[in-house]
């Protein structure tokens, strides 16, 4: 039969690459049964079975048979095996990186144990390889490279944002402070949108006592790489951080409210640069949690607000950050409320894994947020804290898609420096 | 070649050949599949690999938070398959024969009448899991020809061995040759298809579980 397209070829290398012992074994599991469907929101809310999470892994599917398994080898050799072309991979890119948020709810549910989001994330490599990417990741990922930052914030703006937070807060915040101990990373949404978080840090690492600093020359905590499935390009945005800790001599970074920063510099980097930190990575919510425990964090106060938490999926399902962020909502939440799929079940907002800087997917982001939906009418809240920016965007405008823009959305850590007691 | 002559040569070399291609051929998969490797994990850990692989091995087991009626379909006709099938094969004394004579020891055996019912039940979970296939439209998509020959498979050992027992339209003899025939296919067809998952299965849950485990997740 036909020899593969030029760019197919290119995404079987890749993927032949990407295929190992986990990978190999889920597919051998995987017995067609469909329970996956039901886990994923992009499913549910349309009921078009083109987006069953394992269906979005075919393409990978074949390249496994036709290169790994006996019968699939015999096949080829035979001429009897269609190989992936490039059309196939042009109308899978759709289901790979505009309907599928790498949220992890499928692997969660999977009765043969497939981890189809870890699989995702390796097609995902094999797409881009061979140029099947959206050309909004695409440009993002230009951008991420070029200018530091997906959404080309400058450190220009970071400087401005340091001098409003400074004139807020009447004190210096801390910038290339060689020796700190915790050097902070920040998302490019929290420079640009999210003011309030750098006044925020600032009180908090003040009142505990904490060493911190921000780095000039690593500042930006996402990683568009690891959500095209660049990973050579995703390995230079952690060396940059990674630079930039060792150059300021840190012993811990640490990671934004954004959940796929925390994927990428906490569990993929040491992988992706391809040697382990001289440094210790937390997320903000981990060390705010401990500085809790550990008496240096107190609040004063509570918000009588009936309110809910938004577990951003790479924290808590792939990243294991549930207990913390409940913990600290209930010293400063006197009407706290979970949803009732919460923490390791949580539903996504739609818009993670890169689909939130994939403009022409959208209209069905907004679409399936209907799920989100039908969890916030069940406990009518009036306030959804999350721990993520992009979750925070995505939650906005859902709300507002859904009219239901009463709700407001904020984040934690400003929900706890807002009941600082800054007072010891 | 007569009846006998034939029954002769399935129960012995019939049965090694079989037997040998089943066990070599799922110890070959496996160790295929391992062998593949994964790369080292650089990023320091949260927990572990092992023993939160095996508690997924188990959790996989259980029905999950927000199981929907599909799930509940897959999970009890899955059950239901397996529980009639496993009590059919391991518990008829013929069977407990058998396997005396490959592991030298043997086990009490089930009434016939129970194995009758057990047979029956696997059977009838098996025509409503190929109904579900063809009706549930997320079935159907995912559904190709492995799906409908590994189903054909399985049931004809299911259906020759019933007849076997109630001979009606054929000799004892006739039906025990395709009995045997059906399950020595089935046999050596397991490490090839998707029915090879009987060993990858607890693999598969271990690295999900192992996976997440070293992040200090649950799965």
Known sequence: MSAPSSTAHRAIAALVEQIDAPTATFFTSCVHCGMCADACLFYTETQDPKYIPIYKLLPMRKVWQQEFTFWGRLMKAAGLAKPITHEELDEWEELVFDSCTLCGRCSLVCPMGNDITYMIRKFREGMTAAGHAPSDLKAAMKRAIELGSPMGVSLATLKAQIKHAEQELGYEVPIDKQGADYMMLLSSAEIAQFHEIIPAVSRIFKAAGVSWTLCSEAFEGTNTGIQIGASDLAAELVERIVAGAEKLKVKTVISPECGHAYMALRWEGPNLIGRPYPFKVVHILELLDDLRQQGKLKTKGKDATRMTYHDPCQIARRGGIVEQPRNLLNEVAQNFVDMEEHGEFNWCCGGGGGVSANERAMPRRLDVFSRKKKQLDDIKVDRIVTACSNCRNMLEEGLEHYRMDNIEVVGLTETIAQYLDESA | ?219
Not at chain 2, 97 to 104: A, D, N, P, V, W
């Open chain 2, 1 to 219: 070649m007569n009846e006998i002559e034939i029954l002769t040569w399935l129960r012995g070399p019939g049965l090694q050949i079989s037997v040998a291609l089943f066990a070599l051929g799922l110890i070959f998969r496996t160790v295929q599949n391992l062998t593949i490797g994964m790369s080292k994990n650089l990023a320091e850990s949260k927990g572990s690999y092992m023993m939160p692989g095996m508690a997924t091995i188990v959790r996989r087991s259980l029905f999950h938070p927000g199981t929907t009626h599909r799930g509940y379909f897959t999970m009890i006709a899955g059950y239901t398959f397996h529980i009639g099938l496993l009590v059919t094969l391991f518990f008829l004394e013929q069977h407990i024969l058998l396997f005396k004579s490959i592991l030298g020891f043997a086990w009490p055996s089930l009434p016939p009448a129970i194995i009758n019912i057990t047979a029956l039940v696997a059977i009838a979970a098996l025509i409503a899991v190929l109904l579900h296939r063809i009706m549930d439209p997320v079935v159907r998509k995912l559904t190709d020809y492995q799906d409908f020959l590994a189903w054909i498979l399985t049931i004809a050992p299911l259906i020759t061995g019933y007849l076997a027992m109630h001979p009606i339209a054929t000799t004892y003899q006739t039906a025990l040759i395709l009995h045997i025939v059906s399950a020595e296919v089935l046999l050596i067809a397991i490490p090839f298809t998707k029915l090879s998952h009987m060993v990858s299965i607890f693999i598969a849950r271990w690295y999900n579980g192992a996976l997440a485990g070293y992040k200090g997740v649950k799965s």
